[in-house]
C-alpha cells in the first residue's frame, strides 16, 4: 500500500436511529427521516451541510418483503438536500459506510449520509410468518433460482450447511454456540433499545425450536421495522463535529464462490477479509476492545471470531464456552447492543456501526465498555463480507 | 408423485438445457471443450480457462452429502416439513456441488459423507429439481 489507506481521509461523524420494534407503524420513508435526522444531529451537523446520500441496499434489490424501505428519491426531496455525491448501493459493497468514506476522501461530498431502513417485521407479521426468500417475485433469479425452488427457502436453510459443516469439520458443539445468543442476551438487558431484554439461558436456547438444523429459534436474528442512518465526514471537517469516530481501516474480500451453495469450504469464511483488515492497519486483534460482528445467524460470529484472528480456526466454540470472554468485562465484549439476535435485524453491520460508535464515545450507557479506544465491526461473510477497525479520534 | 411446494426457477439461456434434462431424469453441468473442465451451475463460460466453448457432460453419480440442513420451518403455505436438503459433490466431476432434496429414508438420518444417487422429483412451476436418493 502506498501512503496512509484513503479510509483515514474519512471519519464516521453520526449514527443516528428510528424507533426500532417488531412493529412500528410508520412508513419506511418517516421512519429513515427520523434516522437522518437523528443521526445529523449526532454529528452536530444541520442537513444543509449534507450533500452526499446513500441509500443501502439500492432499491430493486429487495428479495424479502420489507428489505429495503426509503427510496433513495423520495428521501432526497423530503430532506431537500442538494447532493454532489449519491449512490443506491448495491447490497455487495462490504459495509455501509464503505462507499461515502471513498467518496469523501476523493472529495466527491464532505458529508455523506448513508441510511437502510426495514419493515421486515410488520411484512412477516403481515405474512402469517417469516416469508419465503423470493416471496415477492413469482420465479427466483439468479443465485437464488438453485436454491429456492429445491426447498431452501430462506436465509436460514441456506446459512445453516455452513453451521452443519463447521460443527462436524471442529467437532464445535450447540452447548457451546449457545453462549453467542446467552451473552448477548444479557448485554440485550442492559439496552433500552433492545427488542429482546428478558433473559436467556443455554437451557432455554437447546430446548427452542429448530427452524433448520442445526440452527434453532435463537440462532436467527429477530425481523423488526427500524432505520438506521450513519454520517461518514470529510477527516478534515473534525473541527466542525461533535463527536468523530477515526475508520482505522477497512475491507472487504470474496474469495469464493459468491452462491450460498457453492463456497468451496464452509468450515472457513471471512479469513481473507481478515488478513487485508489487518494489512491495513499496525493494530493487532489484542487491541481491541470491543467487537460488534455481523449475527444474523449465531454461525457469522463464530465465523468472524475465527476469520479476525480472535482465536485460531475451529477455536469459536471453546472461545465463547461459558460466556466469560465475550461478556462486559470480558477480553472482548461482542455485540454489546445485543446484536441482531436480540437487538433486531438491521441488516448490513448498520445497527453494529452504530453500537461501535457508540462505545468508542463512551456513550453505551450502562453497556459501556470501559475505556473503549478500538473497535472492530463486521459485516456477514462469504458472499458479501467487510470488517473494519474503528478507533477513537 | 406430488411436485414439492417451492419456487420456481427463472430459466435462462444459459440454464434452459439443465432443466431440459432434468425433466428426462438426467443431471448435466457444463463441460468445457477447450480444457475440459466442468462448471455449475452453468455460466455460458468455463470457469476455470475462460473459453465460451460450452457443451454438456451428464453426471450419472453417485455422489457425496458435503453438508446438508433438515428444514422444519413452514416457509410458505402447504410446505411439508422436515424434510432434508443435501449439498452433494461427486468423485469423478471436481469442481460440481448441486443442492437438492434428499428421499430414500428419515430426514434425520442424512450425514456428511452419505453416498447418494441422482434423482429428480417434480418440483414447483412444472419443473423437476434435484432429489437424491438415499443408499
Known sequence: MHGAPAEHRAVISGVGQSAVARRVDRSGLQLTIDAILAAVADAGLDLDDVDGLAMFPGGGSANLPGYAN?????????????????????????????????????????????????????????????????????????????LLPVGLLSPVCQ????????????????????????????????????????????????????????MCLYDCDVPVDGATAIVVSAADAAADLRAPVRIEAMAGVVDGRPSWEQWEDMSRVGHATGAALWARTGLRPADVDVAQLYDGFTIEVAWWLEALGFCGAGEAGAFVEGGGRIDLGGELPLNTWGGQLSGGRLHAAFGHTAEAVRQLRGEAGERQVAGAEVAVVSNVGGIEAGAAVLTTY | MTAVVGIPPAITEETQPFWDAAAEGRLVVEHCDACGAESFPPRGICRTCRSRDTGWVEVSGPGTVYSFTVNHQRWLPDLEVPYAVVLVEFPDHPGVRVAGRLRGGAPDDVAIGMVVDVGFEPGPGGTSIPSFLAR
Open chain 1, 159 to 214: 446459512v445453516a450447511p455452513y453451521a452443519t459443516r463447521y460443527m462436524h469439520d471442529f467437532g464445535v458443539t450447540r452447548e457451546q454456540l449457545a453462549w453467542i445468543p446467552v451473552v448477548q442476551r444479557r448485554h440485550a438487558g442492559r439496552n433500552p433499545g433492545a427488542v429482546y431484554r428478558d433473559p436467556l439461558t443455554v437451557d432455554d436456547y437447546l430446548g427452542a425450536r429448530m427452524i433448520s438444523t442445526p
Open chain 1, 70 to 146: 426509503g427510496n433513495l428519491y423520495e428521501v432526497q426531496d423530503a430532506l431537500r438536500l442538494r447532493t454532489t455525491w449519491r449512490q443506491g448501493q448495491v447490497e455487495g459493497m462490504s459495509l455501509p459506510f464503505y462507499g461515502p468514506a471513498l467518496a469523501v476522501a476523493a472529495g466527491q461530498a464532505r458529508h455523506a449520509v448513508v441510511y437502510r431502513t426495514v419493515k421486515e417485521g410488520s411484512a412477516a407479521r403481515d405474512a402469517g410468518g417469516r416469508p419465503a426468500y423470493g416471496a415477492t417475485k413469482p420465479v427466483a433469479e439468479g443465485p437464488l433460482a438453485w
